[in-house]
C-alpha cells in the first residue's frame, strides 16, 4: 500500500464526522477562487503600499544577517525568510487600505476544494480556519440551500461577513500580537477537544505564532491524548511522509521549535498528547481520495492562474510614511535614518521616538538624555531619562531616578513601562562585581512590585517584562537563567520580523548560554559574529555592547576595548569596570591553561 493509499484509508476510517478539518489559505488558490498565496500577497502589499524596492530591501537584510526558514519537504530548499504580512499591514496609517489589499477575498467563488468542505459540513464535521473568505460557506450554500450549522466551521482570525469591518480581521500584528480573548480561545480549543479523533490540516503553514500556537501551548498535558494529527504540506513531489531536519540557523545559533524545520504548533499539539504526522504530496489527491471513500464528488487537480489584479491608489506621500513606519516596525536602523531625512508625514510622537531610537543606536547616550529634557514632561521622557543614565553604567543614579518615578505613579501603564526599566537596571548590578551585592538584594525584593507579563499589553511589553521578570528570579550564580528563558523572546521578535529586537535577544542568549569551557576560538567566532549584524543594522552600541560579554577580553585586544568605549558615551566609572574587566580576562586567559 502506498503512502497516499494508507495515509486516506487511516483518515476515512471513521468517517466524515470523526475528522475535524483545519484549512489555510492553501485551499482557495485554484480557479474560481484564484486567491493569493502568502507570498502572493506579501508582494502585493508591497507593491501597493510601500515605496518601490521595499520588500527587496527587506530581503536583503534578512540575507545578510543570515535569516533563512528551511522546509518540511526535503525537496525544497532553505530560503530566505520572508517578512510578516500583519506586520507590513500594520504600518498603514489608511485601515481602509487593509480592506483594499484584500479585496478579491471578500467576494471570492468556491472552487472544488471548498466543495470537498462543504460536503464534510453537511456530513456532520467540524472545521477550523485561518482565512478570511466564505467559499466554504457559499458552497455549502449553493449545494444543500442553508448554511452550515452554528459553530460548525470556526474563523479564529474572522471573516469578511456582510458589512463586516476589515479591521476585525485578524490581518495586522496589533490585532494578533495580544492573543486571542477567551471567547476566540474557548472556541478553538473546544473543537480541538470535541469529539473527532483525527485532525487533518491541509493548506496551512502553521505561522499563526502569536495566538494559535500560544492557546495549543496552554492547553494541559493530556488534554489531546487519543487524537492523531494529519498535517499535509502541499507538494509537487510523490507522497511520502518527511524526516525532522536540523533546524535552520538564525543568527549564527540554532532558532526554533525543537523539532527541527517542523512547525512549532506541531510540538505543542504533541506535548498535549496527539499524535503528529506529516505528510507530503499534491493536496487534493488526497483529498479525492476522500471524497471516493465518503461519497462525496470527486476533487479534481487545481486549476491554477494567476490572482486577479488589485488596484490600490496610494501616493507618494503615504508611501514615504508607511515605508518609515515599517522600517521602525521591523528595526532597519540605516532605512530609518535615510527617510527620516525626507521628513515623513507621520504623528510628531513618531518622530521623537525615531530620533530617540538613532541616538540610542549611533551610541550618544549622554547627548540623548540632554535632548530628553528638553522635550515636554511624558510618561517616554521620564523612561529614557533613566534608561540613559542604565546604560551609561550609572546604575545608582538610574535606580533612584527610576525608583523614585515609580513610586510616584498611579496609572499602571506608566508603572509596567518604568518597572521594566527599573527591572534592568537590578539586573545590571547582579552583573558588575561593585554592585554585585546590591543588585541580588534588590532583585529578591523586586517580586513585591515588578507587574506580572500579559500578553494583552502588546507584544514588547509584554515580552521584555517577561524576560527581566524570568532573569530577576535567577538571582544567584546557583540558579543562573536557562538560554532557553532568552531564546523564547527571541523568537517572538522573530516572529514579528523585528530583526533589531531579535539582535539584543542573541545578546542575551550569548551572555545566558556562556561556559567557562567553551573555547576561545568558538567565543570569537560567536563574538565577532554578533558585532558584525550589529554593523549591518547600523548600531554602533550594539556593536560595542559585545565587549560586556563574559571573557570578551580574551576575545577582543585591548586597543579595541579603548576604542569601543571610545566610540559609545559610557559613564566614566563603566569605562574603568569595562577596561578592567578586558584586563583582567586577557591576564587569565596566559595565566590559566
Same mark, same amino acid.
Given at each position: 500500500?502506498?503512502?497516499?493509499?494508507?495515509?486516506?484509508?487511516?483518515?476515512?476510517?471513521?468517517?466524515?464526522?470523526?475528522?475535524?478539518?483545519?484549512?489555510?489559505?492553501?485551499?482557495?488558490?485554484?480557479?474560481?477562487?484564484?486567491?493569493?498565496?502568502?507570498?502572493?500577497?506579501?508582494?502585493?502589499?508591497?507593491?501597493?503600499?510601500?515605496?518601490?524596492?521595499?520588500?527587496?530591501? @527587506?530581503?536583503?537584510?534578512?540575507?545578510?544577517?543570515? /535569516?533563512?526558514?528551511?522546509?518540511?519537504?526535503?525537496?525544497?530548499?532553505?530560503?530566505?525568510?520572508?517578512?510578516?504580512?500583519?506586520?507590513?499591514?500594520?504600518?498603514?496609517?489608511?485601515?481602509?487600505?487593509?480592506?483594499?489589499?484584500?479585496?478579491?477575498?471578500?467576494?471570492?467563488?468556491?472552487?472544488?476544494?471548498?466543495?470537498?468542505?462543504?460536503?464534510?459540513?453537511?456530513?456532520?464535521?467540524?472545521?477550523?480556519?485561518?482565512?478570511?473568505?466564505?467559499?466554504?460557506?457559499?458552497?455549502?450554500?449553493?449545494?444543500?440551500?442553508?448554511?452550515?450549522?452554528?459553530?460548525?466551521?470556526?474563523?479564529?482570525?474572522?471573516?469578511?461577513?456582510?458589512?463586516?469591518?476589515?479591521?476585525?480581521?485578524?490581518?495586522?500584528?496589533?490585532?494578533?500580537?495580544?492573543?486571542?480573548?477567551?471567547?476566540?480561545?474557548?472556541?478553538?480549543?473546544?473543537?480541538?477537544?470535541?469529539?473527532?479523533?483525527?485532525?487533518?490540516?491541509?493548506?496551512?503553514?502553521?505561522?499563526?505564532?502569536?495566538?494559535?500556537? @500560544?492557546?495549543?501551548?496552554?492547553?494541559?498535558?493530556?488534554?489531546?491524548?487519543?487524537?492523531?494529527?494529519?498535517?499535509?504540506?502541499?507538494?509537487?513531489?510523490?507522497?511520502?511522509?518527511?524526516?525532522?531536519?536540523?533546524?535552520?540557523?538564525?543568527?549564527? @545559533?540554532?532558532?526554533?521549535?525543537?523539532?527541527?524545520?517542523?512547525?512549532?504548533?506541531?510540538?505543542?499539539?504533541?506535548?498535549?498528547?496527539?499524535?503528529?504526522?506529516?505528510?507530503?504530496?499534491?493536496?487534493?489527491?488526497?483529498?479525492?481520495?476522500?471524497?471516493?471513500?465518503?461519497?462525496?464528488?470527486?476533487?479534481?487537480?487545481?486549476?491554477?492562474?494567476?490572482?486577479?489584479?488589485?488596484?490600490?491608489?496610494?501616493?507618494?506621500?503615504?508611501?514615504?510614511?508607511?515605508?518609515?513606519?515599517?522600517?521602525?516596525?521591523?528595526?532597519?536602523?540605516?532605512?530609518?535614518?535615510?527617510?527620516?531625512?525626507?521628513?515623513?508625514?507621520?504623528?510628531?510622537?513618531?518622530?521623537?521616538?525615531?530620533?530617540?531610537?538613532?541616538?540610542?543606536?549611533?551610541?550618544?547616550?549622554?547627548?540623548?538624555?540632554?535632548?530628553?529634557?528638553?522635550?515636554?514632561?511624558?510618561?517616554?521622557?521620564?523612561?529614557?531619562?533613566?534608561?540613559?543614565?542604565?546604560?551609561?553604567?550609572?546604575?545608582?543614579?538610574?535606580?533612584?531616578?527610576?525608583?523614585?518615578?515609580?513610586?510616584?505613579?498611579?496609572?499602571?501603564?506608566?508603572?509596567?513601562?518604568?518597572?521594566?526599566?527599573?527591572?534592568?537596571?537590578?539586573?545590571?548590578?547582579?552583573?558588575?562585581?561593585?554592585?554585585?551585592?546590591?543588585?541580588?538584594?534588590?532583585?529578591?525584593?523586586?517580586?513585591?512590585?515588578?507587574?506580572?507579563?500579559?500578553?494583552?499589553?502588546?507584544?514588547?511589553?509584554?515580552?521584555?517584562?517577561?524576560?527581566?521578570?524570568?532573569?530577576?528570579?535567577?538571582?544567584?550564580?546557583?540558579?543562573?537563567?536557562?538560554?532557553?528563558?532568552?531564546?523564547?523572546?527571541?523568537?517572538?521578535?522573530?516572529?514579528?520580523?523585528?530583526?533589531?529586537?531579535?539582535?539584543?535577544?542573541?545578546?542575551?542568549?550569548?551572555?545566558?548560554?556562556?561556559?567557562?569551557?567553551?573555547?576561545?576560538?568558538?567565543?570569537?567566532?560567536?563574538?565577532?559574529?554578533?558585532?558584525?549584524?550589529?554593523?549591518?543594522?547600523?548600531?554602533?552600541?550594539?556593536?560595542?555592547?559585545?565587549?560586556?560579554?563574559?571573557?570578551?577580553?580574551?576575545?577582543?585586544?585591548?586597543?579595541?576595548?579603548?576604542?569601543?568605549?571610545?566610540?559609545?558615551?559610557?559613564?566614566? /566609572?563603566?569605562?574603568?569596570?569595562?577596561?578592567?574587566?578586558?584586563?583582567?580576562?586577557?591576564?587569565?586567559?596566559?595565566?590559566?591553561?
Amino acid at each position: 500500500m502506498s503512502v497516499l493509499e494508507e495515509a486516506v484509508a487511516t483518515m476515512a476510517e471513521a468517517g466524515p464526522a470523526d475528522a475535524l478539518f483545519w484549512t489555510g489559505a492553501g485551499i482557495s488558490r485554484g480557479a474560481p477562487s484564484c486567491l493569493p498565496t502568502g507570498w502572493q500577497l506579501t508582494e502585493r502589499a508591497f507593491a501597493a503600499l510601500f515605496r518601490p524596492f521595499t520588500l527587496d530591501t @527587506v530581503l536583503a537584510y534578512h540575507e545578510l544577517l543570515g /535569516w533563512r526558514r528551511g522546509s518540511i519537504c526535503p525537496a525544497e530548499p532553505a530560503r530566505t525568510r520572508l517578512p510578516r504580512l500583519e506586520t507590513a499591514l500594520g504600518a498603514q496609517q489608511t485601515p481602509d487600505l487593509v480592506g483594499e489589499i484584500l479585496a478579491d477575498v471578500r467576494g471570492a467563488r468556491p472552487n472544488p476544494v471548498h466543495e470537498f468542505l462543504a460536503a464534510h459540513l453537511h456530513a456532520g464535521g467540524h472545521q477550523l480556519t485561518a482565512n478570511f473568505d466564505l467559499c466554504v460557506e457559499r458552497a455549502h450554500v449553493e449545494r444543500h440551500g442553508r448554511s452550515p450549522l452554528p459553530g460548525q466551521i470556526h474563523h479564529f482570525h474572522n471573516a469578511f461577513s456582510d458589512g463586516a469591518d476589515p479591521a476585525r480581521l485578524g490581518a495586522t500584528l496589533a490585532r494578533i500580537e495580544r492573543g486571542f480573548d477567551d471567547t476566540d480561545r474557548a472556541a478553538l480549543v473546544d473543537r480541538l477537544r470535541g469529539p473527532a479523533r483525527r485532525i487533518v490540516i491541509v493548506g496551512y503553514s502553521g505561522s499563526d505564532f502569536f495566538d494559535v500556537d @500560544v492557546a495549543v501551548a496552554d492547553l494541559a498535558p493530556g488534554a489531546l491524548d487519543g487524537r492523531t494529527v494529519h498535517w499535509v504540506n502541499h507538494s509537487s513531489c510523490a507522497w511520502h511522509r518527511p524526516t525532522p531536519r536540523p533546524s535552520t540557523a538564525v543568527f549564527g @545559533v540554532e532558532h526554533g521549535n525543537r523539532d527541527g524545520t517542523l512547525p512549532a504548533l506541531a510540538g505543542h499539539l504533541r506535548r498535549a498528547g496527539a499524535t503528529v504526522e506529516f505528510l507530503c504530496g499534491p493536496t487534493t489527491e488526497l483529498l479525492d481520495g476522500l471524497a471516493t471513500r465518503w461519497g462525496f464528488d470527486r476533487v479534481p487537480a487545481p486549476d491554477l492562474r494567476p490572482p486577479r489584479a488589485v488596484s490600490i491608489d496610494v501616493d507618494d506621500r503615504r508611501r514615504l510614511a508607511a515605508t518609515f513606519l515599517y522600517f521602525r516596525a521591523v528595526g532597519l536602523v540605516p532605512e530609518v535614518r535615510r527617510l527620516l531625512a525626507e521628513e515623513p508625514d507621520v504623528p510628531a510622537e513618531e518622530l521623537i521616538l525615531a530620533r530617540s531610537d538613532l541616538m540610542w543606536e549611533e551610541g550618544r547616550y549622554a547627548d540623548l538624555r540632554h535632548w530628553w529634557r528638553q522635550q515636554p514632561r511624558s510618561l517616554r521622557r521620564t523612561e529614557r531619562i533613566g534608561a540613559t543614565l542604565w546604560v551609561q553604567g550609572r546604575l545608582l543614579p538610574a535606580y533612584a531616578w527610576l525608583t523614585w518615578q515609580r513610586r510616584r505613579v498611579s496609572d499602571e501603564t506608566e508603572l509596567r513601562v518604568i518597572a521594566e526599566t527599573e527591572a534592568r537596571v537590578i539586573e545590571h548590578m547582579r552583573l558588575v562585581p561593585d554592585l554585585r551585592w546590591l543588585g541580588r538584594h534588590l532583585g529578591r525584593r523586586a517580586a513585591r512590585w515588578l507587574p506580572e507579563p500579559r500578553q494583552r499589553d502588546g507584544l514588547h511589553e509584554f515580552r521584555r517584562l517577561a524576560d527581566v521578570s524570568t532573569s530577576l528570579r535567577h538571582a544567584t550564580p546557583a540558579t543562573s537563567r536557562p538560554e532557553s528563558e532568552a531564546a523564547e523572546t527571541q523568537e517572538w521578535f522573530l516572529e514579528a520580523g523585528n530583526v533589531h529586537a531579535a539582535l539584543s535577544y542573541q545578546h542575551r542568549r550569548l551572555r545566558d548560554n556562556h561556559r567557562v569551557t567553551t573555547p576561545v576560538a568558538e567565543l570569537g567566532r560567536l563574538y565577532r559574529a554578533q558585532q558584525r549584524r550589529a554593523e549591518i543594522l547600523g548600531s554602533t552600541a550594539a556593536s560595542w555592547r559585545v565587549l560586556l560579554l563574559p571573557r570578551a577580553g580574551q576575545v577582543f585586544t585591548l586597543r579595541e576595548a579603548v576604542v569601543g568605549c571610545a566610540a559609545v558615551q559610557f559613564g566614566a /566609572w563603566h569605562r574603568v569596570r569595562l577596561l578592567g574587566r578586558v584586563l583582567l580576562d586577557r591576564v587569565r586567559s596566559r595565566t590559566r591553561p
